[in-house]
């Protein structure tokens, strides 16, 4: 049974620093795994994915990589700005219907 | 182009009641999922759609929880007889599904439904 696990739960940074999510899931034998960002009381916004036969995946400031072998993802963002303040949440697929299996989120809080 | 979109925004029901809940997923879309979002289980999947396949249900948490999909586009998910753990923020995502592996799911802002 696929688990996925985020660390840290809460990251609070100033402005302007690069920072690192972690995401580690426990079967390697994934589709893909996607990253999404949610804001207090919204839905999930489509960040990025990586095809399990990908290594990385850049948007402006996100860059996300896969190591598989390792079960692990992250999450790197450039010069972070308040507005990157929200809940970072990654998720694994293990099955061809596309399941997602979520780890529980980093919260960050990029302070002016 | 619209979003995924979820109505209604917020429902607050007394427990023992039937509520229904509804997605309409982005047009041209054949994958739709269901997940819920609560306090203490985070974001599970509940159940998948799949053009006229047979439904994935094997995240469904009871037989009080059941959904379908009419026409290959709007679906309802329908939970009967309301317990208080049911609050949650029930959320509904699409995705093209026409590539052979999956592909990325677009969501909706979701339903919050509060049993009292």
């Known amino acids: 049974k696929q688990e996925v696990t985020q660390i840290p739960a809460a990251l609070s940074v100033p402005e302007g620093e690069n920072l690192v999510l972690n995401c580690s899931f426990t079967d390697s034998a994934i589709y893909n795994l996607q990253w999404f960002r949610q804001d207090p009381g919204k839905g999930l916004t489509s960040l990025l994915l990586i095809q399990s036969s990908q290594r990385e995946q850049t948007s402006g400031r996100l860059n996300a990589s896969l190591d598989k072998s390792s079960g692990r993802s992250t999450l790197y963002i450039a010069a972070s700005q308040p507005g990157d303040s929200a809940t970072y949440l990654c998720a694994a697929i293990s099955s061809n219907t596309g399941k997602l299996i979520f780890g529980q989120g980093t919260t960050l809080q990029v302070k002016p | 182009g619209a979003g995924v979109s979820q109505s209604p925004s917020n429902k607050v029901t007394e427990k023992g009641k039937d509520v229904e809940l509804r997605c309409d997923p982005i047009s041209g879309h054949t994958a739709l999922y269901w997940y819920r979002q609560s306090l203490g289980q985070g974001l599970e999947f509940l159940i998948y759609?799949?053009?006229?396949?047979?439904?994935?249900k094997s995240g469904l948490p009871s037989d009080r929880f059941s959904a379908e999909r009419t026409g290959g586009s709007v679906s309802t998910l329908t939970i009967q007889r309301t317990q208080q753990e049911d609050s949650a923020v029930y959320l509904c995502?699409?995705?093209?599904?026409?590539?052979?592996?999956?592909?990325?799911?677009?969501f909706g802002p979701g339903t919050r439904l509060t049993v009292l």
């Open positions: 759609f799949q053009g006229n396949s047979a439904p994935d």
């Open positions: 995502a699409s995705s093209p599904g026409l590539l052979s592996r999956p592909d990325t799911q677009y």
